[in-house]
């Protein structure tokens, strides 16, 4: 059985910075990608980052620049690195491992709330 951990979420001022990171358990014979999504109030799920097997990245437009998503291929984990964070960046956030059957494992989310 797949687990997703996240960690690393929590309040912080407008400008700041935090660091999520994901933590995978289990049997996973072939990773195609791992990523980053979040869930804003009242708004659906949306993709924030994700990073492929040969580490090419791909991020959505409200975060370019901003984010960084970064994976120890060794060890899994996979981090998500928020700088200059936004109100509108508020949200429950998920990491995501998409199996290269195509299957989707979630975490439980981590909210990070981005308010003065």
């Known amino acids: 059985q797949v687990q997703l951990v996240e960690s690393g979420g929590g309040l912080v001022q407008p400008g700041g910075s935090l660091r999520l990171s994901c933590a995978a358990s289990?049997?996973?014979?072939?990773?195609?990608?791992m990523g980053w999504y979040r869930q804003g109030p009242g708004k659906e799920r949306e993709l924030v980052a994700r990073?492929?097997?040969?580490?090419?990245?791909n991020y959505a437009d409200s975060v370019k620049g901003r984010f960084t998503i970064s994976r120890d291929n060794a060890k899994r984990p996979v981090y998500l690195q928020m700088n200059s964070l936004k109100p509108e960046d508020t949200a429950v956030y998920f990491c995501?491992?998409?199996?290269?059957?195509?299957?989707?494992?979630w975490g439980q989310g981590t909210q990070v709330t981005v308010s003065s």
């Open positions: 289990g049997i996973i014979f072939s990773i195609n990608s």
């Open positions: 990073i492929n097997g040969d580490l090419s990245t």
């Open positions: 995501n491992l998409r199996a290269v059957s195509g299957y989707d494992y």
